[in-house]
């Protein structure tokens, strides 16, 4: 009798177990799943950003030869934004962006060439500094930042995030954060 009840013992401790680990992976996973749902959006807010950038680089290689400094830096960045680069290294090419891109809109907007076109002076001092400041903001407040902030935390909080992580091979959320 005793042995029958001891078997059954050990067969409840491995189903609980067994249910323990299947949860924490299960639950982990799925919230996972959640937060990289969201990354599409910032993805896209990116490609604006991209695409604005693109646009200062169209209106500057009218003015400025392509060898210029901040010329070479925007084209830099953007190679890595559009690139299979970590998220930091794309969060810092997009901080980056944002210095240079602005230091070229500056330069260009100095130069007669640009004051005596009026079509690429409205883009220069007008159009172009709002497109890159407002896709800056959108990027900055994407909402996979938070998410994968979110879930990060969560997963450091808890015994099932630590099960997760170190049994389960679950890993933590890269955040859009130069560093």
């Known amino acids: 009798m005793k042995l029958k009840t001891g078997w059954a ?3 409840m401790v491995i189903l609980v177990v ?3 680990i ?3 992976y299960r639950g982990w996973s799925d919230e996972r799943a959640r937060v990289n749902e969201t990354y599409a959006g910032l993805e896209s807010m990116l490609q604006t950003r991209v ?5 200062v680089l169209a209106v500057a290689r009218r003015h400025v030869p392509e060898t210029d400094e901040h010329y070479q830096n925007v084209k830099n960045e953007l ?6 680069a970590a998220l930091g290294e794309k969060a810092r090419a997009n901080e980056a962006l944002t210095r240079d891109a602005g230091a070229l809109l500056n330069e260009i907007a100095a130069l007669d060439s640009v004051k005596r076109d009026d079509r690429d002076s409205m ?3 007008t159009y172009l500094p709002q497109m890159l400041a407002q896709s800056e903001e959108k990027t900055a407040g994407a909402a996979y930042n938070q998410a994968a902030a979110d879930f990060n935390s969560r997963m450091k909080g808890t015994f099932s995030g630590w099960l997760a992580r170190t049994l389960l091979g679950i890993k933590p959320a890269e955040e859009f954060i130069a560093q």
């Open 79 to 84: 190679a890595v934004l559009e690139g299979k």
């Open 18 to 20: 067994g249910s323990v």
């Open 9 to 11: 013992f050990m067969l």
């Open 22 to 24: 299947f949860g924490a």
């Open 123 to 125: 883009y220069v001092n």
């Open 51 to 55: 695409e604005s950038a693109y646009n």
